[in-house]
């Protein structure tokens, strides 16, 4: 990864264009040609650098649900049961902590009755029948630029 890379992930980040042609006004700013700029990009997401690009969404705005879920999983059964909860395309999060429970996930839902779907899902594809729910209160949203 070079400077011009450094470059495009800044303003990926924090200063993407709205405009018709926004790799094309991305080089602008970095003297690069929009294709270059999008053959960069596409290198940063093949080799994992970016993991994902697209916008957020305030989700509660859209009239979506969420809500922060922990389950234990047992030691052996980790990594499926991460894959498991990973395959829902409404899991924005999953990551393992210390302790008991040591799995935790967001779910962002459609409506309650998806949610608990996609709860009544995981219970019996994992065998785990104990996830708790912690339904958002307040929205905490933390901005992180990585420089």
Same mark, same amino acid.
């Given at each position: ?26 080089? /602008? ?7 270059? #700029? !999008?053959? *960069?990009? +596409? ?54 902590? /210390? ?7 967001? #779910? !962002?839902? *459609?409506? +309650? ?35």
């Amino acid at each position: 990864m070079d400077e011009k890379d450094r470059e495009i992930i800044r303003l990926l980040q924090g200063d993407f264009p709205l405009t018709p042609e926004p790799y094309r006004a991305i080089g /602008d700013k970095l003297w690069l040609d929009e294709m270059s #700029v !999008i053959s *960069r990009i +596409a290198n940063l997401i093949q080799t994992g650098v970016i993991r994902h690009f697209g916008p957020f969404f305030d989700s509660r705005k859209l009239g979506y649900t969420g809500a922060l879920m922990a389950m234990d999983v047992p030691a052996d059964q980790i990594e499926d049961v991460a894959e498991l909860v990973n395959s829902y395309a409404e899991i924005t999060h999953n990551y393992l902590r /210390d302790g008991t429970p040591n799995m935790w996930f967001t #779910v !962002i839902a *459609r409506d +309650a009755a998806r949610r608990d779907q996609i709860l009544k899902e995981i219970r019996a594809r994992s065998g785990i029948r104990d996830i708790l729910m912690f339904p958002a209160r307040r929205l905490f949203k933390v901005r992180v630029d990585l420089d």
